[in-house]
């Protein structure tokens, strides 16, 4: 019979779903006890003007499984997200980055300008807590709100809701940064755009990517800049990986660069080393 005919292919998907089921499940565990006794760490990439100057970081969550395998964020933030740990996740990784920033700027590593950027996730930015709570986290560090942009990914900002556009106005004007994370690749971009108090748009790495090949992608980059310019926008590009296209994204008027060209998200210790040879050079 036909069900007979299914039967090895139905199979196969069975244990497919079970070994992500067992991943998932293993991970999970992990994950609870990483975040308790630190394994996940930030590390931190720079963002630099267009002219070289440092601007900030972006902490991006690293973590290394007991099994010594490194494991993504792409794999562990949503995990974090339906399990109920991303807000002590989250917390982690901003306390180490502040307190990394406040240490920078004290030591003259950096310029008392600088910013770190952090990603959060949306059930954040809908906490009517969240601006108290971030006052509370910068003013512990001793530095500015101006010291902290906060990242939110368009599709999180997606169908942005009264609570988020009442959050996000009162983070501006407390003086905290606002990102919005890989612009582009959502379905509402430019609703979110309109109705949420963003100062900064990060132009999404696909289009960067492709933008040399693609004269399309080049002209959507374009009309990025355009919009970003007459909205007042800042405009930071991610991935930016080749000279030619550091140097195209400079001709739109791309103000900010971060990208492996420039460097790649480093541990603290490497960091600082970057730092140092800088000043030097
Ligand atoms: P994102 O916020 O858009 O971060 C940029 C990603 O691009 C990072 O991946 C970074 O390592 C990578 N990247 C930077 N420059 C280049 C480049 O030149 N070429 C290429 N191919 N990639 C580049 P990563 O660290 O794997 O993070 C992936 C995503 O996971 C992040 O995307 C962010 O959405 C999320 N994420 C990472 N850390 C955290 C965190 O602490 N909290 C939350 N909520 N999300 C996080
Ligand atoms: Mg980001
Ligand atoms: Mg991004
Ligand atoms: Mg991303």
């Not at 240490?103 to 906490?127: I, K, M």
């Not at 807590?129 to 509370?136: D, G, H, I, M, V």
């Not at 999404?204 to 959507?220: A, I, K, N, T, Y």
Request: glycine share 8%.
């Amino acid at each position: 019979r036909v069900a007979q005919e299914n039967a090895r292919p139905t199979l196969r998907f069975d244990t497919q779903v079970l070994q992500a089921e067992d991943r998932r499940k293993r991970v999970l565990g992990w994950l609870r006890d990483a975040i308790e006794d630190g394994p996940i760490e930030p590390w931190w990439q720079p963002i630099l003007c267009a002219n070289g100057v440092l601007a900030g970081f972006e902490a991006l969550a690293r973590w290394r499984g007991p099994d010594g395998q490194a494991i993504s964020p792409a794999e562990f933030i949503p995990l974090a997200q339906s399990s109920g740990l991303i807000a002590a996740l989250t917390d982690r990784i901003l306390q180490r980055s502040l307190a990394a920033l406040a240490q920078w700027r004290a030591e003259g590593l950096v310029a008392e300008t600088a910013y770190t950027s952090v990603n959060f996730p949306p059930s954040a930015l809908l906490d009517p807590a969240f601006p108290q709570y971030l006052s509370a986290a910068v003013a512990s560090h001793d530095l500015p709100p101006s010291a902290l942009c906060v990242e939110v990914t368009e599709s999180d900002a997606a169908a942005p809701g009264e609570p988020m556009e009442r959050i996000t106005t009162k983070l501006r004007r407390l003086g905290f940064r606002l990102a919005i994370d890989d612009f582009g690749t959502g379905y509402s971009s430019l609703a979110s755009l309109n109705r949420l108090a963003f100062e900064t748009v990060k132009i999404d790495q696909s289009f960067v990517r492709g933008m040399m090949e693609q004269p399309r992608l080049h002209e959507m980059i374009r009309a990025i800049v355009g919009m970003a310019r007459a909205l007042g926008l800042r405009l930071v590009a991610e991935g930016v990986e080749t000279q030619e296209q550091a140097q195209a994204l400079g001709r739109e008027g791309v103000d900010r660069m971060q990208g492996y060209l420039y460097a790649r998200p480093m541990p603290e210790p490497d960091l600082r080393q970057w730092l140092q040879n800088r000043r030097v050079g």
